[in-house]
């Protein structure tokens, strides 16, 4: 089924220690992006990518980093953890920037204690 | 910059009631305005949308109209169901500048449908 792919689902996390979220998407599509889901905050934009090999920072980029080494992963790195980066994370991409319609992944639940 | 407000929640009614959930918007541009809904346990995925003045989106017998005057964008069903209960996002994509192709999301409404 075609989508986006994110894993791992939730993670307990030590505060200090690094970690990778992963997200794939098999629709070729050119932009994805990177959103945190905080109560009462809605979504977010980190870092976004128009395109293969291009990388941009969003509202909230602080202590993430992205790369985007080919149309299919967009991979989100906290190189060292804090707790207000628990959160919920969504990775979504379009079929191009601009494109109108966005498709979320089912997210990533992450909690640094 | 662009921003979206949405109605406190969370919004409680019993099945078959009408819903109105406000929004309004302000932006730079000249955005496209959207609802997106998550249900329990997933990610959000795209209801309905409208690009430009007075264009009405609908989708599962949910509405909104794109009010330029107004700067608003509000959801409205009809009868509600219990399968409707969701977090429903309002949300819009500026067409240039900076925040061009980028959903700027608002805080999200919780939704509760009682049998």
């Known amino acids: 089924i075609a989508g986006i792919t994110q894993a791992p689902t939730s993670q307990i996390l030590a505060a200090g220690r690094r970690m990778t979220l992963r997200c794939t998407q098999d629709m070729r599509h050119n932009a994805m992006y990177w959103y945190r889901q905080d109560l009462g905050l809605g979504l977010r934009l980190i870092h976004y990518?128009?395109?293969?090999?291009?990388?941009g920072k969003g509202e909230v980029p602080d202590g993430y980093s992205v790369s985007r080494a080919n149309t299919d992963d967009f991979p989100l790195t906290l190189a060292s953890a804090v707790p207000s980066q628990t959160s919920v994370y969504f990775c979504?991409?379009?079929?191009?920037?601009?494109?109108?319609?966005?498709?979320f992944g089912s997210g990533t639940r992450l909690t640094v204690v | 910059g662009n921003s979206v407000t949405q109605m406190e929640g969370p919004v409680t009614l019993s099945e078959e009631a009408f819903l109105t959930i406000n929004c309004t918007y302000t932006a730079t541009g000249y955005p496209s305005l959207f609802w997106y809904v998550q249900y329990p346990g997933e990610g959000l995925q795209l209801l309905l949308k409208a690009t430009k003045a007075d264009d009405k989106g609908s989708n599962k017998g949910f509405e909104a109209t794109y009010r330029k005057e107004t700067t608003s964008f509000h959801l409205e069903k009809g009868s509600v169901q219990v399968s409707d209960s969701a977090v429903y996002f309002c949300a819009l994509s500026d067409r240039g500048g900076t925040s061009y192709g980028k959903l700027t999301f608002g805080q999200g409404t919780i939704l509760t449908v009682h049998p």
């Open positions: 990518s128009n395109t293969a090999g291009t990388t």
């Open positions: 979504a991409s379009s079929v191009r920037q601009g494109d109108l319609g966005y498709t």
